[in-house]
Nanobody, 115 residues
Framework: QVQLVESGGGLVHPGGSLRLSCQAS?????????MGWYRQAPGKQRELVAA???????IYVDSMKGRFTISRDNYKKIVFLQMSSLEPEDTAVYYCNDYPPTSTWGQGTQVTVSS
């Protein structure tokens, strides 16, 4: 398992951008871990947003393609989620975890898209 701390959320207007960060710590070879960003909107189940595999291949949910970009810094053990063209429907708590998720969930970071 890894320990995960998400940051970078906030309040943004529709059409705006945010960059989320996920700092991982713990044992294991981080560079080989597939990592994902997930989100949970009020009253909805947690869902995958994007994933990045050990070789930097990426997976995106269709509605995020072209708007969100996942990346990683293996040396610093950080996974990023660059979000642009944000919509009110993107309002949620965003979490990172393994892909598929196997570690304990962190507290997440709140993203609110509102005018």
């Amino acid at each position: 398992q890894v320990q995960l701390v998400e940051s970078g959320g906030g309040l943004v207007h529709p059409g705006g951008s945010l960059r989320l960060s996920c700092q991982a710590s713990g044992s294991g070879i981080f560079s080989s871990r597939a990592m994902g960003w997930y989100r949970q909107a009020p009253g909805k189940q947690r869902e995958l947003v994007a994933a990045i595999l050990g070789g930097h291949s990426t997976i995106y949910v269709d509605s995020m393609k072209g708007r969100f970009t996942i990346s990683r810094d293996n040396y610093k053990k950080i996974v990023f989620l660059q979000m642009s063209s944000l919509e009110p429907e993107d309002t949620a708590v965003y979490y990172c975890n393994d892909y598929p998720p196997t570690s304990t969930w962190g507290q997440g970071t709140q993203v609110t898209v509102s005018s």
